[in-house]
């Protein structure tokens, strides 16, 4: 199993540019998660699926759209990017293991915004 | 979710036990403790969890205090490759609606 894969590994992009960044997952987890990781600080999450077709936002959601058309794929869209948005994209699947649930990260996605 | 205290930075010497304290005293009983860790500029790696018992995988053991109030991780036999941020989180469920990432222990293992 290649696990959760992210791409790319590096973008920099202009503000207002759009751009996708993909995550896949091989291991047919239901859950799937977005998260940013911003310099010396923890995880947020932005947005999350329960299974394909289905999607809430998280703590951070603004400027940021998903979709989930399969168990696979959870790619993030950027709509308008902004020098905030400048952070350390991660990806997450996860399942339940009884009552309790094991999240597999990606390796995450490096973006910057001039 | 309850809130979790971690010493900011732990330091062990290669090839020793690495024992990690979380305190979590406002725990509820169905809450679950759940260990991850962040090697530099990695994504967070999943390690361990449990909710009342003791538990041992692969890579660590985590040993719950009777009262759940704290908690232990164990590295049995740390390597260079452990040096990492461990967060210890304390929640419901913790699936993709999403974990709360404190600011954890720098584990430094020394050669």
């Known amino acids: 199993n290649a696990g959760v894969t992210q791409t790319p590994k590096f973008q920099v992009l202009k503000t207002g540019q759009s751009m996708t960044l993909q995550c896949a997952q091989d291991m047919n987890h239901e859950y799937m998660s977005w998260y940013r990781q911003d310099p010396g600080m923890g995880l947020r999450l932005i947005h999350y699926s329960v299974g394909a077709g289905i999607t809430d936002q998280g703590e951070v959601p603004n400027g940021y759209n998903v979709s989930r058309s399969t168990t696979e794929d959870f790619p993030l869209r950027l709509l308008s990017a902004a020098p905030s948005q400048t952070s350390v994209y991660f990806c997450?699947?996860?399942?339940?293991?009884?009552?309790?649930?094991?999240?597999?990260f990606g390796p995450g996605t490096r973006l910057t915004v001039t | 979710d309850a809130k979790t205290t971690q010493p900011p930075s732990m330091d062990c010497a290669e090839g020793r036990a690495a024992n990690l304290p979380c305190n979590h005293s406002?725990?509820?009983?169905?809450?679950?403790v759940y260990w991850y860790r962040q090697i530099h500029s990695q994504g967070p790696q999943y390690i361990i969890h449990g909710l009342k018992n003791n538990e041992t995988n692969e890579m660590a053991s985590l040993i719950i205090t009777e009262d759940r109030k704290s908690s232990t991780l164990i590295l049995p036999h740390a390597t260079l490759r452990d040096t990492a941020v461990y967060y210890c989180i304390v929640r419901v469920g913790g699936g993709a609606d999403g974990l709360t990432f404190g600011k954890g222990t720098h584990l430094i293992i020394q050669p």
């Open positions: 406002t725990i509820s009983g169905n809450e679950y």
């Open positions: 997450a699947s996860s399942y339940r293991v009884g009552g309790a649930y094991e999240q597999y």
